[in-house]
């Protein structure tokens, strides 16, 4: 028999079939959203019967399905400031910054702003309308609409003299940038505001109203096609795929100290894109794999 109810976005088929002689379900998982479009499923063997795990899967969260809400209401106070823990050694001469951004507030708002001394505090600076980096900005770019997620990242090598800004992934800006020059570490990562001096002296009109999702910081430059290819994947894609590149992964963000009344909430990104893990692998349930889904998925 089949039976397949529909919910949200996905549906379930669950088929009564033998296998190998014996009968057991079988599952299969498919997404209907936008960000996903493609079929997956897991299977597992208990006492040689294929059954797919649901009850494990149901109402766990990961921790990376948070986003980062500063308020509507525009202050100094709402910001976060990283400035122990990531090793920002490893980009001094390669750096990919890259998130989902969602601002309830229209201007030159800064998101993001990277400084390493009194006197270098626009190291890295990233804006609605704007960028800075070693001091110097960048013309010629898209302002992001309000209310809507935009997928933005930076990049920059020492090899190639240049840092390219893209929008959902197309490149809207290329900037050459001085021969030797390196991004001095360590230093202060802000969100939600510009610095102004090392760590501080922000302004009002230059707040952060709005969201931010899956911020990565590379320790590489990330090509044109890599980076259409992190658009693409969508709002919830986890891009592990650079995860040995990383300076700076959005679970580290998300323990962050936080200040005023910037707040962590659900993403509502789909809580089943655990499965991906899994896609067309049959297995059993074995101490590991109960282990992998406590270390991996549960909150």
């Known amino acids: ?7 949200g976005h996905f ?3 669950v088929v009564v079939s033998p296998q190998s002689g014996h009968y057991g379900l079988e599952a299969v998982v498919s997404t209907q959203s936008g960000h996903y479009g493609r079929g997956i499923f897991i299977l597992v063997k208990i006492m040689k019967f294929p059954v797919l795990v649901l ?3 149901l109402g766990s969260t990961s921790g990376s399905n948070k986003k980062l809400v500063f308020p509507a209401q525009l202050s ?3 910001y976060i400031l990283i400035d122990t823990g990531p090793d920002f050694s490893g980009f001094e001469q390669a750096v990919s910054v890259c998130a989902w951004v969602k601002p309830y507030v229209s201007g030159d708002r800064w998101w993001l702003s990277f400084s390493t001394s009194p006197s270098e505090f626009n190291e890295i600076g990233i804006s609605l309308g704007n960028q ?6 960048m013309s010629g770019m898209n302002s992001i609409v309000r209310n809507k ?3 933005i990242c930076l990049t920059w090598s020492e090899v190639s003299l240049t840092r390219d800004l893209y929008h959902n992934g197309v490149l809207v800006g290329t900037t050459s940038t001085p021969s030797g020059r390196k991004i001095e570490t360590p230093g202060k990562l802000v969100l939600g505001q510009d610095q102004d001096s090392f760590g501080g002296r922000f302004e009002l009109n230059q707040a952060f109203a709005g969201e931010l999702y899956n911020l990565n910081v590379l320790k590489m430059k990330l090509s044109e096609e890599e980076v259409k290819g992190m658009y693409d994947a969508g709002l919830c894609s986890r891009n ?3 995860s040995q590149y990383a300076a ?3 679970e580290d963000v998300l323990l962050a100290e936080r200040h005023g009344s910037v707040a962590v909430e659900d993403s509502r990104c789909s809580q089943w894109d655990i499965l991906y893990d899994f896609v067309g692998q049959h297995l059993e349930i074995t101490p590991k794999l109960i282990e992998y889904f406590k270390k991996h998925h549960f909150d």
């Not at 028999?1 to 919910?7: A, D, F, H, M, N």
């Not at 800075?132 to 900005?137: D, N, R, S, V, Y």
């Open 76 to 78: 100094v106070e709402n």
């Open 55 to 57: 009850l494990l899967l």
């Open 248 to 250: 700076l992964q959005w």
């Open 149 to 151: 997620w935009t997928h």
């Open 1 to 7: 028999g089949v039976l397949t109810p529909r919910s």
């Open 240 to 242: 592990e795929l650079f």
């Open 11 to 13: 549906g379930l088929e």
């Open 132 to 137: 800075h980096m070693f001091g110097t900005g």
